[in-house]
């Protein structure tokens, strides 16, 4: 299965071939929510998120639900180019009434406002077909715009958030394999696919999970993503001097290599751990290439700067 996509494409391809269907989707909501609420519980709301510095675990609590409820208002509105506004016909539990209870709240009263929440979310999620449409921020992409879309990008909201919450508890666990293997494919359609032109040379980075999956970056020079989840052989020998050859053999000498768990990578794409730990498959002399050691299973500049590019690029806030 081989699945383009462009910076600058609109149109929609079919959910990945890895993607659970609709409802194992809410179920990884709720579970990850309620892995988010539990490690929350375990510590005081003004401890610091370390993976979000700027945030308390109150603040981490706050965001999810009223992220949550931001979209359970998306999916009822329906077909639309732009985000509901307060007012026109926004149900009565995203109103005032059901904002986020204030600074002096306890614990249980927080989370008991960010467990209706999460139901919210998923009462209308069940209640929407998952290919009917609905306005979200990643139109520029070729990620769908449906109720679909928006239960696995919420998917990955959770499970990130709760990776946030336990490492606030001291407690990371990681993602559910699942989880982490749709999370990689969710995250390279839609964060890829709305980030400004790659400013760098060409470069070719291959992503590959111990569980199997695998995908293939292809980077043009001030210009677009393509991604395919088969890897072909690295381009060898001499070109015809088009722009694609000219690519192509520029990537050949900006390659990189990342081989871990699903879990890993994805949370690694979400700048949540460090890929220092990250392994290219064995070389020829049988060892293993560490991406922090300057020998990430590519040519030419492969290495570590290369990861560092390709994760400072996108924008996640």
Known sequence: MTSPMSTHASSAPPRGAITPPHDRLLAHIEDRSAALRKAAAAVDLGA??????????????????????????????????????????????ISGDAAPPGPEAGTDELLSWAEESTALLIATLRAADPDSGCWTWWGASRAPQTVGAVARHQVQEAAVHAYDAQLAAGTPEALPGEVALDGIDEFLSVSYGTATPWPHPAARIDLRTTEGPAWQIALSEGGTATVTTEIPDAPRGDHDGSAE??????????RLTLHAPASDLALTLHRRTSADTLQAPAGADGQDNAVGDGQAGGTGDGDAALLDRLLAWPSLD
């Open 245 to 254: 050859a000219e690519d192509s053999h520029a990537a050949d000498h900006h």
């Open 48 to 93: 610091q998120v370390p993976s979000c510095p700027d945030w308390s675990v109150r603040d981490l609590v706050t965001h999810i639900g009223s992220v949550q409820r931001f979209w359970a208002v998306v999916v009822a509105a329906g077909p639309s180019d732009t985000p509901p506004a307060r007012g026109e016909g926004t149900p009565v539990w």
